[in-house]
């Protein structure tokens, strides 16, 4: 319980009670309010392996729960209650106190001008008899499970989450390009990093167009014209690559269509097999080696995926509703 207590202590109550007044979240509940259902959730995901509303029943009647809210101290509310509430409930509450603890967290640190952002989406399947939203892919037993699709931009926390249930975010390309220029209006100075999720030739003019400093990779073979040549006089070595060309061209579509914008695109081999690798990016000034290394630290958010997903139980869904899952993808990322 202390470890919880003091991971709360970082968000002030009045600010709580605050973001409840901006979003009337409370407006029609008079029992389980949203500062209450906050921490409870909140402290069941640091305290629980497996979250359950059960096991948010029984830790809103224990002692330790009610040490950490004593304003609640006599309150009791059935499972059936509290996944109620969470069917019903505004996710604004809960997004208002996401973008706190980030913006807290980054005025705590010094931020550098050119933050390097990694995006990527992980997608949660289940049964379509158990959940009410979702898309389906197409053919055989695929079409029994609805998927649910979260794409985050993480730093070395998660900057941004944005929540996909509609058919046409199957596609990376479609949620991927609308949570970049998204999330990315208010501050162009940093670098977006994503893996090859992206191809479409409209969608890279969409990045330059929109002031979105981007690294990615682009198929080696890729439809092409030279705009400016190989700038490279000698091959670089990383230790993983050894980066043989540095050029600026222009890239066509399956129907021939040449792009807006030219683009850079740093061709290299990996020293461990030969295989040929392709990065792009429409940076003008960073040198073909850090191009590549900023690249590389795109892992970071698969180490990021992999964790909330073993160690906070992320693929497990308390609630079926859109409003259920996205309270606690917002829990989950606070």
């Known amino acids: 319980m202390d470890y919880a207590s003091r991971l709360l202590s970082f968000i002030p109550d009045s600010k709580l009670e605050a973001f409840a007044l901006n979003t009337s979240v409370d407006k029609y509940s008079k029992k389980l309010q949203g500062e209450l259902l906050f921490k409870l959730l909140f402290y069941c995901t640091v ?3 497996d979250t359950s509303l059960r096991g948010m029943q029984s830790a809103l009647e224990s002692s330790l729960f009610r040490a950490l809210s004593p304003e609640n101290t006599s309150l009791t509310i059935a499972h059936s209650s509290i996944s109620e509430r969470l069917s019903t409930i505004k996710p604004e509450y809960f997004e208002k106190i996401f973008q706190l603890c980030v913006k807290q967290y980054k005025k705590s640190k010094e931020i550098a001008k050119n933050e ?3 995006y990527d989406s992980t997608i949660v399947s289940l ?4 959940l009410d939203i979702g898309y389906n892919l197409k053919g055989g037993d695929a079409e029994k499970y609805k998927l649910l699709k979260f794409t985050v931009g993480y730093s070395d926390i998660p900057d941004c989450i944005y929540f996909y249930t509609a058919q046409t975010y199957n596609s990376e390309n479609v949620a991927l390009t609308e949570t970049l220029v998204k999330h990315n209006k ?3 100075s940093n670098i977006t990093v994503f893996d090859r999720g992206i191809t479409s030739r409209a969608n890279y003019d969409k990045l330059t167009d929109n002031n979105i400093m981007y690294i990615s990779r682009l198929d080696p073979n890729a439809k092409h014209t030279i705009h400016i040549e190989n700038i490279l006089k000698t091959p670089v070595d990383t230790n993983t690559l050894t980066i043989l060309s540095d050029s600026w ?7 021939k269509k040449r792009s807006k914008h030219a683009v850079r695109v740093i061709g290299a081999i990996k020293k461990a097999d030969g295989e040929k690798i392709s990065f792009i990016t429409n940076i003008k000034k960073t040198k073909a080696k850090e191009i590549t290394e900023i690249y590389k630290s795109r892992w970071e958010i698969e180490v990021f ?17 859109e409003n259920g899952i996205k309270i606690v993808m917002y829990i989950t990322m606070i």
Do not use: G, P
């Open 305 to 321: 995926f992999k964790f909330i997903k073993q160690h906070l139980n992320f693929s497990h869904l308390l609630n079926r509703s």
């Open 186 to 188: 208010k501050d162009k």
């Open 116 to 118: 390097i952002v990694r």
């Open 127 to 130: 049964s379509s008899k158990i």
């Open 47 to 49: 305290t629980e392996k």
């Open 249 to 255: 061209i222009y890239l066509y579509t399956q129907h």
